[in-house]
């Protein structure tokens, strides 16, 4: 088989680990052509977020203890993952060069004194671009011929948008599969930077946070790829968060438009658009467990067995969560309404989660995450209050609850059961959005009552014990 193993930040993040993800790339060599996919090592990628922060502030001291940081993390792992003294050596090396390469990034950027979102996605590169040759020379180290590559070095064009690129799959699928065919053909097993691509001008760029997934995705779709593995440090999908409920089950079986669903509403946290680049191929995707390699994890396929097709699969809820809801009686029969509010939005990079309009058309109601509601509401205040809207609402500590499963597609009575099931503990519910596609129902209730809505639904629908055979 043909298969991309992508490997998350926790799964390299010391020496025994790195070893570890080697030995388990080698033990699944026999028969096989593996790619690897590495995330940067826990943390790193959050560190330079703040770094960049700081250096906004034009605080020149943390960068020094920052860099420091950063080369003491890669060659501790790099010289406790591999033995042999020569191939230590020139890891060692790697690791050092593009430490002073991230240096003079970080120099530059606080004598020009901004950081740009171009610049920015240079900066957040290196996370990626220190784990990812560890991993390629820890496999050497065991005997297994490897090279390692950046995703712009493999072939991932994007387009400029920093910080949220899209690849632009039909030239990304020749290059990449130009790149690493000869590879594969001469036995190596190529190991590429996930979360990194290059615009058209050769300047790098990144694909989203959690984006590793999504580099996996692009290379299988790529070089046509029977399976992808997304390695972490989860047992799979879950019918909950087990933080929640006590007897949440791992699903063994759920299809891409579930998954697609689950992973907007975070089961295990998966880029959002992961899924795009193997629905049209097929591919399935396995969720494994770096740490518990037993447990077979989910899989992600087009078409799940009859047997685990369930009214719903899993309860899942996204906290820090606010509501808008804007309304005026300008608003009715006024056609463009909603277009002018988005797009408004949209213009100032708010991203709505959730939508619902009465038929009255006198307000709409839109969920954001609480990170963007200050944003959103001077947007709107600035640009439409007193002439399209008259008023704007705002409820600033909700959470959005979905209950999602193929099975809920013509079946009736599950929004009874749904909206029954919290009633009977006293939550109120805010505002509903389900769409056509009856795939999921979502609901909004205060934060308050999030945990106790997730544990009656997932009691409600016998979550606990369906899963397991499922
Ligand atoms: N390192 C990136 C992040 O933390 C990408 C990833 O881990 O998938 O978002
Ligand atoms: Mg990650």
Same mark, same amino acid.
């Given at each position: 088989?043909?298969?991309?193993?992508?490997?998350?930040?926790?799964?390299?993040?010391?020496?025994?680990?790195?070893?570890?993800?080697?030995?388990?790339?080698?033990?699944?060599?026999?028969?096989?052509?593996?790619?690897?996919?590495?995330?940067?090592?826990?943390?790193?990628?959050?560190?330079?977020?703040?770094?960049?922060?700081?250096?906004?502030?034009?605080?020149?001291?943390?960068?020094?203890?920052?860099?420091?940081?950063?080369?003491?993390?890669?060659?501790?792992?790099?010289?406790?993952?591999?033995?042999?003294?020569?191939?230590?050596?020139?890891?060692?090396?790697?690791?050092?060069?593009?430490?002073?390469?991230?240096?003079?990034?970080?120099?530059?950027?606080?004598?020009?004194?901004?950081?740009?979102?171009?610049?920015?996605?240079?900066?957040?590169?290196?996370?990626?671009?220190?784990?990812?040759?560890?991993?390629?020379?820890?496999?050497?180290?065991?005997?297994?011929?490897?090279?390692?590559?950046?995703?712009?070095?493999?072939?991932?064009?994007?387009?400029?948008?920093?910080?949220?690129?899209?690849?632009?799959?039909?030239?990304?699928?020749?290059?990449?599969?130009?790149?690493?065919?000869?590879?594969?053909?001469?036995?190596?097993?190529?190991?590429?930077?996930?979360?990194?691509?290059?615009?058209?001008?050769?300047?790098?760029?990144?694909?989203?946070?959690?984006?590793?997934?999504?580099?996996?995705?692009?290379?299988?779709?790529?070089?046509?790829?029977?399976?992808?593995?997304?390695?972490?440090?989860?047992?799979?999908?879950?019918?909950?968060?087990?933080?929640?409920?006590?007897?949440?089950?791992?699903?063994?079986?759920?299809?891409?438009?579930?998954?697609?669903?689950?992973?907007?509403?975070?089961?295990?946290?998966?880029?959002?658009?992961?899924?795009?680049?193997?629905?049209?191929?097929?591919?399935?995707?396995?969720?494994?467990?770096?740490?518990?390699? !037993?447990?077979?994890?989910?899989? *992600?396929? @087009?078409? /799940? &067995?009859?047997? %685990?097709?369930?009214? #719903?699969?899993?309860? =899942?809820?996204?906290?820090?969560?606010?509501?808008?809801?804007?309304?005026?009686?300008?608003?009715?029969?006024?056609?463009?309404?909603?277009?002018?509010?988005?797009?408004?939005?949209?213009?100032? !990079?708010?991203?709505?989660?959730? *939508?619902? @309009?009465? /038929? &009255?058309?006198? %307000?709409?109601?839109? #969920?954001?995450?609480? =990170?963007?509601?200050?944003?959103?509401?001077?947007?709107?205040?600035?640009?439409?209050?007193?002439?399209?809207?008259?008023?704007?609402?705002?409820?600033?500590?909700?959470?959005?609850?979905?209950?999602?499963?193929?099975?809920?597609?013509?079946?009736?009575?599950?929004?009874?059961?749904?909206?029954?099931? #919290?009633?009977?503990?006293?939550?109120?519910?805010?505002?509903?959005?389900?769409?056509?596609?009856?795939?999921?129902?979502?609901?909004?209730?205060?934060?308050?009552?999030?945990?106790?809505?997730?544990?009656?639904?997932?009691?409600?629908?016998?979550?606990?014990?369906?899963?397991?055979?499922?």
């Amino acid at each position: 088989m043909r298969l991309v193993m992508k490997f998350g930040g926790t799964a390299v993040d010391s020496p025994d680990k790195v070893r570890h993800v080697a030995q388990l790339v080698k033990s699944h060599r026999k028969g096989n052509e593996i790619v690897c996919v590495i995330s940067a090592v826990r943390g790193m990628t959050d560190g330079l977020l703040s770094i960049a922060d700081s250096v906004k502030r034009g605080d020149k001291r943390s960068i020094d203890e920052f860099v420091k940081k950063s080369a003491n993390i890669h060659t501790t792992i790099a010289e406790g993952a591999i033995s042999d003294k020569k191939l230590k050596g020139e890891t060692v090396a790697v690791v050092k060069k593009i430490i002073s390469e991230l240096e003079d990034v970080l120099g530059g950027i606080v004598l020009l004194g901004e950081v740009t979102p171009k610049s920015l996605d240079y900066l957040m590169s290196f996370g990626e671009r220190l784990s990812t040759p560890i991993v390629s020379f820890a496999l050497q180290d065991i005997g297994i011929k490897s090279d390692h590559l950046t995703g712009k070095e493999a072939g991932i064009l994007t387009d400029g948008n920093f910080g949220e690129a899209r690849p632009l799959m039909d030239t990304t699928k020749l290059r990449v599969s130009h790149r690493l065919e000869p590879m594969l053909k001469q036995d190596s097993v190529p190991v590429v930077t996930g979360f990194i691509g290059a615009d058209q001008y050769g300047n790098i760029t990144t694909i989203g946070r959690g984006g590793s997934d999504y580099t996996a995705t692009i290379i299988a779709a790529s070089i046509g790829a029977e399976e992808v593995w997304l390695w972490s440090d989860v047992d799979g999908l879950m019918t909950a968060d087990p933080k929640i409920v006590n007897d949440a089950q791992v699903l063994r079986e759920v299809s891409f438009a579930e998954a697609m669903e689950m992973a907007l509403f975070g089961a295990k946290y998966m880029h959002p658009r992961a899924l795009e680049p193997v629905i049209d191929t097929k591919i399935p995707i396995r969720i494994r467990n770096t740490f518990n390699i !037993r447990h077979t994890g989910t899989v *992600i396929t @087009q078409n /799940p &067995s009859k047997e %685990s097709q369930k009214i #719903v699969k899993s309860v =899942s809820a996204i906290r820090h969560t606010a509501l808008i809801d804007v309304s005026g009686g300008g608003m009715v029969g006024a056609p463009g309404t909603a277009a002018k509010i988005f797009d408004t939005l949209a213009k100032n !990079r708010v991203n709505i989660m959730m *939508i619902s @309009q009465s /038929p &009255s058309e006198s %307000s709409i109601s839109m #969920v954001v995450r609480k =990170s963007d509601l200050d944003k959103a509401t001077t947007t709107l205040e600035l640009s439409l209050l007193g002439k399209v809207i008259k008023q704007i609402n705002v409820n600033d500590d909700v959470a959005v609850i979905a209950v999602v499963g193929s099975g809920m597609r013509g079946i009736k009575g599950v929004a009874a059961k749904v909206f029954g099931a #919290v009633a009977k503990f006293g939550v109120n519910v805010i505002m509903i959005a389900q769409g056509s596609s009856e795939l999921n129902l979502a609901f909004v209730v205060n934060d308050s009552d999030c945990d106790q809505a997730v544990r009656a639904l997932h009691d409600e629908f016998d979550l606990a014990r369906a899963a397991g055979k499922g």
